[in-house]
């Protein structure tokens, strides 16, 4: 029988919050950040093109059973489309597909947003994830096809206009989970007959993190080099991690806790009894005046510590999904 092999990194959990720059990959930054804690495991929960500024929240550890949660909520942009040109990838990476010489006014880009608020159908850019015949439909656009991307439903809670100029529009935009901001800005220019694209795009809010919780690569670099600084190591493509001796904990210190991202669920305090009991995969009654009889999800915490995810049933919690003490 093989012998499982002894796993790499620290087990660290928790959320990384990242002020993503532009000119960085969403794979890029996860692996970054894992390098950086030297945790076993990491995720983001929603990628952000690599033209996009912004939040990009990064989970470690025990963190990751909760990307979910994150992914579903609602998530703020700060965008600016840029009249006059379609491009082939909705922003400025493709080139100009279609182009007018028209300009719209404030009024007849106020008066279009009305469309784009609510529950709406859109159409997914070409270049994007989507998956069409178990293919991913930016590599059948980068060998040249146009495919037919089915539209899908959509929520956008509010859309606004912060700054109108001649030639492009800044517009701030709160949506659900599956919204292309670049379909978006594509479809408001078809519909003022002048064209448009992104010509910069900026998320600033994920549910439930909001920008108080950001951190930058710098501030993480420095937190776990110190004085270090520049002269810091970091592997080559393919290479080991490089191991250094050094104290984690003001990198540590930056992390959000786990927890924060099931603030949309119940939370039940339990005791350090009943804790040991679900870690092990078991029921326990639920007490006290204020705790709901039933839910279908909720998240019991001992200590302020996060303990399972599981449904109640009947004055039970039941645990679905257990986390490390």
Sequence with gaps: MAR???????????????????????????????????????????????????????ALGEATKTVPYVQDGAKIYRFTVAWGDERSTDDLEGPVTKSSELRPAEAEVQALLAKYTGVIMQTPPQFSAIKIS??????????????DIPPREIEIGR???????????????????????????????????????????????????????????????????????????????????????????????????????????????????AATKIRLGNPVIIRGRDAPVEAEEACATARGKLVAIGAIEQGMFKPKRVFAG
């Design 159 to 273: 859309l606004d206009i912060i700054e109108h100029h001649t030639d492009h529009t800044v517009f701030e935009v709160e949506c659900g989970k599956g919204t292309y901001v670049r379909s978006l800005a594509r479809d408001m220019g078809r519909d003022l007959g002048c064209f448009g694209h992104i010509s910069d795009l900026r998320r600033v809010e994920v549910e439930p993190f909001t920008q108080e919780d950001f951190v930058t690569i710098a501030e993480l670099e420095a937190a776990r080099f110190g004085a270090q600084g520049e002269d810091k190591p970091e592997p080559a493509d393919g290479a080991e991690p490089i191991e250094i001796p050094v104290n984690f904990d003001a990198i540590d210190a930056l992390l959000v806790d786990t927890s924060a991202a099931l603030d949309c669920l119940p939370q039940i305090a339990i005791s350090d009894d």
């Design 134 to 147: 178990g293919e991913r439909a930016y590599d059948l656009a980068r060998e040249g096809e146009t495919v």
């Design 4 to 58: 499982r092999g002894k796993k790499k990194g620290r087990p660290v959990s928790g959320w990384v919050v990242l002020d993503k720059p532009v000119g960085m990959g969403s794979t890029e930054a996860v692996s970054k950040i894992k390098w950086l804690f030297q945790a076993e495991k990491a995720g983001h929960a929603g990628t952000l093109d690599p033209l996009a500024s912004g939040m990009l929240p990064i």
